[in-house]
């Protein structure tokens, strides 16, 4: 499986991204797709994943902000960010489920000012 991400950049605070990633290859043997963050400094952590089931989890941080949904059909996963805050600010990773383990995509930048 291969991931390919897009919609990183700037924005203030208070406002929207979008973030899409797109799969191919093997994409039926994909069980969740999602997102992952890493800051400056810090651990790589789980943002959103949505399952095959069609059940979402989100971080606590970003719960009632981010909305990640999923066009099988395209085989694309979104993450929409709204009310950004500058704490938002990291190297954003697609990922991907699949039976050998997890296939990541290549980080897309977000940055929130403030």
């Known amino acids: 499986v291969q991931l390919q991400a897009s919609g990183g950049g700037l924005v203030q605070a208070g406002g929207s991204l979008r973030l899409s990633c797109a799969a191919s290859?093997?994409?039926?043997?994909?069980?969740?797709m999602g997102w992952y963050r890493q800051a400056p400094g810090k651990q790589r952590e789980l943002v959103a994943d949505t399952y095959n089931s069609g059940d979402t989890i989100y971080t606590d941080s970003v719960k009632g902000r981010f909305t990640i949904t999923r066009d099988n059909a395209e085989n694309t996963v979104y993450l929409q960010m709204d009310s950004l805050k500058p704490e938002d600010t990291a190297v954003y990773y697609c990922e991907a489920l699949i039976p050998t383990g997890t296939a990541w995509g290549q980080g897309t930048l977000v940055t929130v000012s403030s």
């Open positions: 290859g093997s994409v039926s043997s994909i069980r969740a």
